[in-house]
């Protein structure tokens, strides 16, 4: 069940990273848009991270 949600995390991160390189193409770097999507990836990654740490620590 745990490979299931990491595997959407990662799913939804490339996402993330696809619309953040559009979003900074198109209004810049220091957008709030911009700033705002990065956040959103930023939370994404930490929720993947502690999901990996979650994993290793039960095997």
Do not use: P, W
Request: hydrophobic share 35%.
């Amino acid at each position: 069940m745990m490979f299931i949600e990491i595997e959407e995390l990662e799913d939804r991160i490339n996402q993330m990273r696809k619309i953040l390189i559009l979003i900074a193409g198109k209004t810049g770097l220091n957008s709030d848009d911009t700033l705002c999507c990065s956040r959103k990836l930023d939370e994404l990654i930490t929720m993947y991270q502690k999901s990996k740490n979650q994993q290793h620590s039960e095997v």
